[in-house]
């Protein structure tokens, strides 16, 4: 029921001016245009008051555009701030004066002017401000309306309401010194609290990626008449979901940056001494620049060794501490450029982890980052977060970007290899190894594990846990690479992406985050294939059910013992592996595997629970490393736990239950050997496999025999 977007060519609702309360039409006079009704479409005085503002700030940043001269643009050119545009909207003025009557210029100013909000007039905008028609609006409501057409984004009142209430009451005052309201309608209309209503631009849950899908599929089904219809789609998105993945994305984003350095400030300006000129000039700068994904535009006020001033551009100063000045120590050189160096008028980001937290210097980042989370049991979108900022990238990393996965796909060869009668149990050598041109598809090769050491004999268990790059290799040659390619087919992936060679273990192949999830919920399922949707159903503007979705059907995918002991082995991961940072959630039900690729330039984290299955990436989209230390676990790995521990909240522990045919034996969790009842650890197996089985032959002869217990 959240609102998440929504499409449209514009809101207009068109008043005649006789019908216009006349407390808007002076507070339009008030704010835009005093000496409406006298001059002759141009502004002489307010001209020549600009024209000196301008040659003091050194650029053409002071309007003076009358009422008649805002018709003209609207209708006819550019609000780009030149001064041939102003001399052409000039000229255009005087012939619409002698064209149109002031009323006439009025009303159409008043129907046509845009107000934020997609209202373009000001009826449009008291529905969608307070909710109701414009005959019904009072003083202090025409006032905060009124201050509207001069920044739109700036002074609206649901997005900014600390500065669209600052320009309420200059819209006021200015009524006051007019004589358009006596001082008691100003005082009361200066104490009125405005109940803004809810803005349907002020979405509950950002998930432009996701509703970039939905309106390409209606736009191919209905064309051009989504646009003016009123129809109402619903996915299958959960609002605390969504929130939680844009919780964890920026934060992840964030975090980053922290580790990574300061990438100093985006730009510069001027800021005279004299307060008034310098409030301006940053009142424009920060007009031209938009909030991406929670990253504040700010000018820098003033710096010193304990602390740094930037006024945000809702107009409220705010203090960074001493740790901003640490953070950005690199860029307060002297021996820096100016326009390089932070300092009074150093335009920068700024960004709150939480709500009440400390505001942190940033920057708006180059990396990006994608989400996505499934309801296992049919393979339902709750989450999807396509990159950092839908405004900057529309790409849908999600759903395009083909990577590689890295370690993350190492479960898929690990539950081939379950099929071929290799056991958690089983003992490979974590020791050097060479490959052959032949095997990788190209030249010889010399695999290492991740951190350059070796650990000898290990069991399968170990060196999931461990993600043992060696241990993956020598288990995927053991299983046979045609028997495993076929396998891993069954979980959903394009094939034709994975390539049939020995580097196949460590994730050679691309996929994307979408489809790795996918892949994953076969495992949170026990066994079965889904196909992700989101789509529920779509309405018309009445209500009428005009389309009705139902979840795509699950196909058999690999043996429900299969899912469940390969679910075990990434929940040693969690346990006491590589992502061991997941046990902050404090539950004993999730598994997941890390992953991070050559160079570090792709770093994962897919994770699951009976009820969602979620996959986080990281990433440049030209492909570059992370920086050293960035791995699946320390930076794709965060952005999940913060998600699960949101949408986990209020869902108690659900294990994993074991299926028919799979049975405990002791091991010897060292050698994998068979132990004394008390004397090792419990082992799940296929019951064929178990340790004093009878022995079967497998289906096609292995690669490298099998030993009681060893490979």
């Known amino acids: 029921g959240a609102l998440i977007c929504e499409f449209g060519e514009e809101r207009r609702a068109l008043v005649r001016l006789k019908d216009t309360p006349k407390a808007l039409t002076q507070a339009i006079l008030a704010a835009e245009d005093e000496r409406f009704y006298s001059h002759g479409g141009v502004d002489t005085l307010g001209i020549l008051r600009a024209a000196a503002s301008n040659l003091r700030s050194g650029g053409a940043k002071e309007g003076a555009s009358t009422i008649t001269m805002q018709v003209a643009r609207n209708f006819f050119l550019s609000s780009e701030k030149t001064f041939t545009r102003k001399l052409n909207e000039a000229l255009l003025a005087i012939k ?155 934060q992840g984003v964030l975090e980053f940056h922290r580790r990574r350095g300061y990438a100093g400030p985006e730009g510069k300006v001027k800021l005279p001494t004299d307060a008034g000129e310098a409030d301006k000039i940053i009142e424009d700068t920060l007009l031209e620049r938009e909030e991406s994904s929670g990253l504040l535009p700010a000018v820098v006020l003033s710096l010193d060794k304990s602390r740094i001033r930037v006024r945000l551009r809702s107009g409220e100063d705010v203090d960074l501490g001493a740790s901003e000045i640490k953070f950005a120590q690199p860029f307060l050189s002297n021996k820096l450029k100016m326009e390089k160096r932070l300092a009074r008028g150093s335009i920068v980001r700024v960004a709150r982890s939480q709500a009440n937290a400390p505001w942190q210097l940033t920057y708006l980042p180059q990396v990006e980052v994608a989400f996505v989370a499934l309801a296992p049991v049919n393979g339902a979108i709750r989450a999807m977060v396509g990159g950092f900022d839908f405004s900057r990238n529309q790409f849908n990393h999600v759903t395009q970007a083909w990577r590689q996965p890295g370690s993350s796909f190492k479960p898929f060869v690990y539950s081939a290899a379950l099929e071929r009668g290799i056991t958690p149990a089983t003992v490979f050598d974590d020791a050097p190894i060479v490959i052959d041109a032949a095997e990788t598809g190209g030249v010889s090769w010399e695999p290492k594990n991740y951190d350059g050491t070796m650990e000898g004999p290990l069991t399968l268990r170990n060196a999931l846990a461990k993600s043992k790059n060696l241990v993956s290799i020598r288990v995927l040659q053991s299983a046979g690479i045609p028997f495993t390619q076929e396998h891993i087919a069954k979980f959903g992936f394009d094939m034709t992406r994975i390539p049939p060679y020995v580097t196949m273990a460590l994730g050679a192949g691309e996929v994307t985050p979408l489809s790795l999830a996918a892949a994953y919920t076969v495992f949170a399922n026990g066994g079965k294939a889904v196909t992700p949707w989101h789509l529920l159903r779509v309405t018309d503007k009445n209500g009428r059910v005009l389309e009705n979705f139902a979840p795509p059907p699950l196909r058999p995918a690999i043996d429900a013992r299969n899912a469940f002991i390969t679910t075990s082995l990434m929940q040693d991961v969690i346990r006491r592996g590589t992502a061991t940072a997941a046990l902050k959630l404090g539950r004993s039900d999730i598994a997941g595997k890390t992953g991070t690729t050559n160079e570090h330039h792709d770093a994962w984290f897919a994770g699951f629970q009976a009820t969602r299955v979620a996959v986080a990436w990281m990433g440049y989209d030209q492909p570059r490393p992370l920086g050293s230390g960035e791995t699946g676990g320390g930076t794709a790995l965060p952005i999940w736990v913060r998600y699960m521990s949101e949408a986990l909240r209020a869902t108690p522990e659900m294990p994993f239950t074991m299926p028919a045919g799979v049975v405990t034996a002791q091991i010897d969790a060292k050698t994998g050997a068979p132990a004394e009842p008390g004397q090792g650890v419990s082992e799940y197996f296929f019951q064929e496999f178990a340790p004093g089985a009878p022995a079967i032959e497998p289906e096609a002869p292995l690669e490298t025999p099998l030993f009681p217990g060893q490979i």
């Open 96 to 250: 619409i004066e002698h064209a149109l009557s002031k009323d006439e210029i009025l009303e159409l100013y008043i129907n046509h002017i845009f107000l934020g909000q997609r209202a373009y007039g000001f009826a449009a905008a008291a529905q969608i401000y307070f909710g109701k028609p414009l005959a019904k609006i009072n003083v202090a409501e025409a006032a905060m309306l009124a201050g509207l057409p001069k920044a739109p984004s700036a002074y609206n009142p649901v997005v900014n309401p600390t500065r669209a209430k600052s320009r309420q009451l200059y819209v006021l005052g200015r009524m006051k010194t007019l004589g358009y309201i006596s001082d008691s309608v100003y005082q009361q209309a200066k104490a009125q609290r405005l109940p803004i209503k809810y803005s349907p631009q002020n979405f509950e849950a950002e998930a432009h990626h996701l509703a970039e899908l939905v309106r390409r599929r209606m736009h191919e089904k209905y064309g051009d008449d989504i646009y003016v219809s009123g129809m109402k789609v619903y996915t299958t998105l959960r609002l605390a979901d969504q929130k939680a993945a844009l919780n964890g994305v920026r």
